[in-house]
């Protein structure tokens, strides 16, 4: 297996609600990352796990909280977003510096 | 801290033809990791080639190629024959040497292949 698989593919929700994105891969990396698209503009680091613990926030909001259960899956839990916050997030993985492997991303609209 | 510069937001060439993305990198590091990525519509972002700074070696995957000039910290990308599928957003990406595996990426270039 040699993917990162994210879901949901599309999620829209309101400013109220909460929401989870869930992020998988069993390549037996040992470092996941969450990053934040805007259309047209290049991909914003937002949190690196390494070893299952939170070593990089790129000081993120806390409307936005990270969560890595085990090796193989990266949550990112959504609460009381703006609208602003409607991105692409994509979730990646790496095993050193042999470059990262990309999930196709989540498309978060904000209602 | 690095920074990545891609000059040219949007390019465009017929397919068949050799394409040269240019990219430029700023950085007080001497061993570090460059990076091609390919973003389709599909949104998935895509590896297409990997550069190791302290190797003098140009990195080549199938039609595409570096020339990675340490010296001006320049790393472009050709595309030799391309084709309709390469049309994408292209990013350059860099990667230091100390452990954290952080990518820092260009603006993209946006290459659209013409029939």
Redo the contacts between chains.
Sequence with gaps: DTEVTQTPKHLVMGMTNKKSLKCEQHMGHR?MYWYKQKA????E?MF?Y?YEKL??NESVPSRFSPECPNSSLLNLHLHALQPEDSA?Y?C?S?Q??????????T?LTVV | AQTVTQSQPEMSVQDAETVTLSCTYDTSENNYYLFWYKQPPSRQMILVIRQEAYKQQNATENRFSVNFQKAAKSFSLKISDSQLGDTAMYFCAFMDNFGNEKLTFGTGTRLTIIP
């Design positions: 470092a047209k503009k290049p991909p680091l690196v390494s070593s990089i692409l994509l990646a790496t050193g510096n042999y470059g990262y492997t990309f999930g196709s991303g498309r």
